[in-house]
């Protein structure tokens, strides 16, 4: 899953979590831990391409 894809998805799943539709206490504790793993990785993905620039501009 790319960055973007990751971001979207969370943002999907934060927006109902936030919205007034009604989910089971299951439902949300699944959708929040979904949310969160995607968030991690977006700030993974972050971490990476910050080292990577880093790196870059050591190097000029």
């Known amino acids: ?6 971001l979207q998805r969370a943002e999907t799943i934060i927006a109902r979590l936030e919205s007034a539709e009604a989910i089971s206490m299951d439902e949300y504790k699944k959708a929040a831990a979904e949310a969160t793993a995607l968030l991690k990785q977006c700030k993974s993905f972050l971490a990476e391409m910050d080292k990577d620039m880093t790196v870059g501009i050591e190097n000029l």
Request: charged letters at 35%; hydrophobic letters at 35%.
């Open 1 to 6: 899953m790319t960055y973007d894809e990751a």
